[in-house]
């Protein structure tokens, strides 16, 4: 079965930190770009990072640039968003999604992860 899933979101406190995995199967990750989206709710999703087949392009949001770093590792199908100085609004539900370009085509997206920021 072709999948990726997302582990490590929980619930945090503001200035903390977490990281997120994604791990595919079935499949290599290697192929692809992969990006986190994150959706609060009432809004729409947004892309966070995202990282180039061989992990040597990596973009951010402006909005969690120099709080958020996204990487990979090929040997072990997996894709990290290590998320530190976290904040409220930082609250959302979290997805990675493989995709075919630097992260405009999805072709695999997992279930997604929740990360709670709250005192």
């Known amino acids: 079965q072709l999948q990726l899933v997302e582990s490590g979101g929980g619930l945090v406190q503001p200035g903390g930190s977490l990281r997120l995995s994604c791990v595919a199967s079935g499949f290599s990750l290697d192929n692809y770009a992969v990006g986190w989206f994150r959706q609060a709710p009432g809004k729409e999703r947004e892309g966070v990072s995202c990282?180039?087949?061989?992990?040597?392009?990596?973009r951010h949001v402006d909005s969690v640039q120099g709080r958020f770093t996204i990487s990979r590792d090929n040997a072990k199908n997996t894709v990290y968003l290590q998320m530190n100085s976290l904040k409220p609004e930082d609250t959302a539900v979290y997805y990675c999604?493989?995709?075919?370009?630097?992260?405009?085509?999805?072709?695999?997206w997992g279930p997604g992860t929740q990360v709670t920021v709250s005192s």
């Open positions: 999604g493989a995709f075919v370009d630097m992260c405009r085509i999805a072709e695999y």
């Open positions: 990282i180039s087949r061989g992990g040597g392009t990596r």
